[in-house]
């Protein structure tokens, strides 16, 4: 069994800043892969980005390149999104995910967070 818990989220203006954190507790041997993934009301849980945790590998979606650094603590077990230059579209929940294999999607996820919502301002 495994806990995601994140933290971080709030509301912030246009071009603002925010770092959210996620923290793994439990079986966590197993996990490969953390990342992050947003939904937004109306749509889709989407991918936002990933960090494999044996050799630091790093993905991100095309919408927040240059914008978004995920990173992580192997002694905390703990992965954070760091937030630049944020824009109102980036409004939505911010989920943690974990899995066994390198590549996480929406649909096949091992384990899910409860979710922190980032609100961004015009």
């Known amino acids: 069994q495994v806990q995601l818990v994140e933290s971080g989220g709030g509301l912030v203006q246009a071009g603002g800043s925010l770092r959210l954190s996620c923290a793994a507790s439990g079986r966590t041997f197993n996990i490969y892969t953390m990342g992050w993934f947003r939904q937004a009301p109306g749509q889709e849980r989407e991918f936002v980005a990933t960090?494999?945790?044996?050799?630091?590998?790093?993905s991100y979606a095309d919408s927040v390149k240059g914008r978004f650094t995920i990173s992580r603590d192997n002694a905390k077990k703990t992965v954070y999104l760091q937030m630049n230059s944020l824009k109102p579209e980036d409004t939505a929940v911010y989920y943690c995910a974990a899995g066994a294999t390198p590549t996480l999607t929406p649909t096949h996820v091992g384990y899910w967070g409860q979710g922190t919502q980032v609100s961004v301002s015009s």
């Open positions: 960090i494999t945790w044996s050799g630091g590998t790093i």
